[in-house]
């Protein structure tokens, strides 16, 4: 096993090891055939004993596509359109973010920097080889401009005042070597940086293997994400989770010399991975066996979200027909296919016709605009969540 690639440590050890897992979550898969016939690659994490750094040793770059049938965009979701616009908001007044220039990497369909340009009154940039304008969840703001390509050392160098960097340094293959690069292209030495990685110390504790995939070559803790940062030559400031600690957001200042590593989000917390891998995979049995038995007593169980939790969830637990379809709001995956398992994608009105019994909710967060739409469709269902399914009894109303 290699030393650890953000701080250099030789006490790393094996996480978990999920073989024959789909290398995309969210491309858009036309057909059932290609959805089952998707890439599929091993993930074998290693977890690094001093700095917290979670790496994929299996993890192959060439098979990645981010291009344009990549559908990650979350905004068509009110729920999550505003977290959103709060934390656009939240970082505007915490960097005095006002007619500033702004600098997005892996801006997706450029959602969150339309709202940092039209709330602040700022002017953006955002570079992600996935953008299609068509595909956009909300109104453009005309002080951003989008350039479909990724982000690299030929991008040029930027006077930009905010380098944003959101839910993409967990596809990075080297996070340092690619914050390192982003700092040596500023010019302006009070630029601010902020990243936005998922909480790897969040599905080490709930045990939420659905929340593992191929994409995700690196995961974040606060103490890693900390680490990484002051080892490219930022000055690490606030650091906090949001979207109900699902998210791990900091902000750092360019430095000329070695940072300073800020107390932790979790401080004297350590992380329970002592059978992180075997407690795992005891939850999907126990899952995998009640979506079975509710199949086997005749009724209908669906899933709400076809999104990257949702890949995982089915391919893990290798369920069929057990799940009759998989519900999304997103009307560009509508009609198309779950990458490794082939579930069909549908709109939440098809279920005025499947009149599903039980409804898998992939993110509980989402649980209170769900239940508002069941209720409008005229469904009344048992809701469940993946940790709820995985225990044991009959799943609750």
């Not at 359109?81 to 997005?104: N, P, T, V």
């Not at 009154?121 to 080889?129: E, L, M, R, S």
């Not at 940086?193 to 995939?213: C, G, K, M, N, T």
């Not at 993946?386 to 009894?393: A, Y």
Request: glycine share 10%.
């Amino acid at each position: 096993m290699k030393n650890c690639p953000v701080c250099g440590s030789r006490r790393r050890s094996p996480l978990i090891t999920i073989k024959g897992m789909p290398v995309h979550s969210v491309l858009l898969l036309k057909t059932r055939e290609e959805a089952v016939n998707i890439p599929k690659g091993d993930i074998f994490l290693s977890f690094c004993e001093d700095c917290h750094f979670i790496e994929n040793d299996r993890f192959d770059p060439g098979l990645m596509r981010y291009f344009g049938d990549y559908e990650e965009n979350q905004s068509h979701s009110d729920a999550f359109y505003r977290f959103q616009s709060f934390l656009a908001s939240e970082l505007i007044d915490r960097i005095g973010l006002r007619g500033k220039k702004i600098l997005e990497i892996g801006c997706g369909k450029g959602d969150f920097l339309s709202l940092l340009c039209k709330l602040g009154n700022n002017w953006g940039v955002g570079y992600d080889p996935a953008y299609r304008e068509s595909r956009g969840a909300r109104p453009r703001c005309g002080r951003a401009a989008f350039i479909r390509d990724f982000y690299s050392g030929k991008s040029g160098t930027t006077n930009a005042d905010l380098i944003c960097c959101r839910m993409t340094l967990e596809h990075i293959p080297d996070p340092l070597s690619f914050l390192r690069m982003i700092r040596s292209n500023l010019t302006n030495s009070g630029a601010c940086l902020f990243l936005q990685v998922p909480d790897s110390a969040r599905i080490i504790r709930e045990r939420a293997f659905w929340d593992i995939y191929y994409e995700h070559c690196n995961y974040f803790t606060s103490r890693s994400l900390r680490r990484v940062m002051v080892e490219a030559g930022f000055q690490p400031g606030e650091i906090w989770l949001g979207f109900e600690h699902q998210y791990l957001m900091a902000t750092g200042e360019r430095l000329g010399k070695e940072g300073v590593l800020p107390e932790d989000v979790y401080p004297g917390a350590e992380l329970p991975v002592l059978d992180f891998e075997k407690e795992c995979m005891t939850a999907a049995v126990r899952a995998r066996e009640r979506a079975r038995a509710v199949r086997e007593k005749g009724k209908r169980l669906v899933l709400w979200g076809g999104g990257s939790k949702a890949v995982a969830f089915l391919n893990i637990l290798s369920l069929g027909a057990e799940v009759a379809f998989v519900v999304d709001i997103n009307p560009f995956r509508q009609g198309t296919f779950i990458a490794g398992t082939g579930h069909a994608i549908v709109a939440p009105g098809a279920l005025s016709k499947i009149r599903p019994d039980v409804v898998i909710v992939m993110n509980p967060i989402y649980i209170p605009e769900i239940r508002k739409s069941l209720m409008e469709i005229g469904i009344s269902a048992i809701l469940e969540t993946p940790d709820s399914l995985g225990e044991m009894g009959e799943p609750q109303g």
